[in-house]
């Protein structure tokens, strides 16, 4: 099957196998396309579990060029993530699908609303990460009653190369944006594996169709890629509202503008998109309360109505306060001066990271005097000293301070 585009539709019909002849293996594969599809799998392929090589390179170069930032878990057994015969010797043949995501509007329409927050496509519904474990697992499970081979199934969070995966069982190819791009979906596609001890007839790997293209990188707000196919991590706006802990650094809280939970810039500008299509899961599709969602309304939420509003929404996993010290960067984008009250309120949020971000988003909104006068009252009493750092360096005019106190 070439990728999953030639994949489910030709492959309907056949009889399910329990033996693994060569014939018999073609068939179990035909079956299980067909299972894939019923379960809302939109395209499938196979690989081999030795076909990571390069990859494996590149994926150690990212690492000691440092691209992966904070995220440690990254980094943690990188020779497992470089050769899947590590993470798991039994391993005979990879099982890559795909779910279509593809949103219903074009998500860079929403960047001209700065007084709205924008979520990225992917998190705008329920958590892709349990609709498509549970349909692998469901998958899986066939898959071991029909064949008797052991299987083990992966999305996003173990120690799996997944893009690279997906390219060489014939699913797309990772573009220029390191992400997989599919002629028939476009850049909207979520990736799962199945690892089996079974042997399926392999897929043919999907070549790269990028050509000439620049797009992505062209439009990237933070100037992440510091080459075609190569993303610094640290740069990139899902990194810096997602994976980031701490404050989100300077240089980069203008660019970010009103993105308060991951970004689709270089995904929506790929011309490849023309093909894409509305994905078909319900769950996954935008609630209406986030597709664009008020600032002013968010900077209200406390804990509880945090998780209540994200109850099954990927966004629960940052918590309340990186969320809403996203948005308060994004307040602080907003031109809004009306916003200020806001920001002003959370001065006495109970979390520093905040407070600290409300610092900011006021240094931006407000006038030298009004910010000198609302540093006035508010400095003295901050006890945290990476807040205290933010008064110091977000005051729009630091020549017209009033004072020492702002110095410490
Ligand atoms: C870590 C991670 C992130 C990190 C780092 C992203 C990255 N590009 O690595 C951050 C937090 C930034 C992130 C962001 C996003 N992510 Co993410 N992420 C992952 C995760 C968990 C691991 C990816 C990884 O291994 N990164 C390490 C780098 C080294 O791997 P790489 O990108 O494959 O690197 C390749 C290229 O750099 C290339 N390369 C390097 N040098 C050279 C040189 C040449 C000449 C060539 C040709 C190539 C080349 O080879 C490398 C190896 O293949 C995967 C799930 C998984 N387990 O795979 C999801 C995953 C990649 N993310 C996904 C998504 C949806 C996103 C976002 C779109 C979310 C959003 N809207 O905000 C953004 C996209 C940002 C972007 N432009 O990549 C999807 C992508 C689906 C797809 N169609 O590809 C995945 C697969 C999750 C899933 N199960 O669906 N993510
Ligand atoms: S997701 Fe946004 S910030 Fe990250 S690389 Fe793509 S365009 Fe740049
Ligand atoms: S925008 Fe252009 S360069 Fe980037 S992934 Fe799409 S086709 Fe490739």
Redesign the pocket.
Known sequence: MAGGRAGLAHLRGSRLLTATTHLESTELKTALAREAAALGFDCIGVTDANVLG???Q??R???DAG??GD?DW?AANPER?MDPRVLWPGVRSIVML?VNYGPDDNPLALLAKRTRGAI????QGDD?HDI?KKRLKTLARWLHATSGAEVKV???????????L?QAAGL?W?GK??????REFG??????AIFTAADLPRDTADI?HCGTCNA?QEICPTA?FP?P???D?RR????LT??NKGQIPREFRKAIGNRIY???D??AVCPWNKFAQVGRETKLSARAELREPSLAELARLDDASFRALFAKSPVKRIGRDRFIRNVLIAIGNSGDAGLAEEARRLLGDTSPLVRGAAVWALGQLLTAEAFKNVAAQAVDRETDATVRAEWKMSDPHPEERAGARLEG
């Open positions: 390069k990859a494996g590149h994926f170069e990212f690492l691209g992966h995220m990254l993530r795909g990225s496509a992917y998190a892709y498509i992966f999305v996003d969070t173990a120690a799996v190369m997944e893009k690279p997906a797309g990772q944006h390191t992400n997989l791009v599919s850049s909207w596609l979520f990736l799962g790269d992505c992440a080459a196919y190569k993303l991590a990139c706006i899902s990194y997602i994976e991951g970004c689709d270089c995904l």
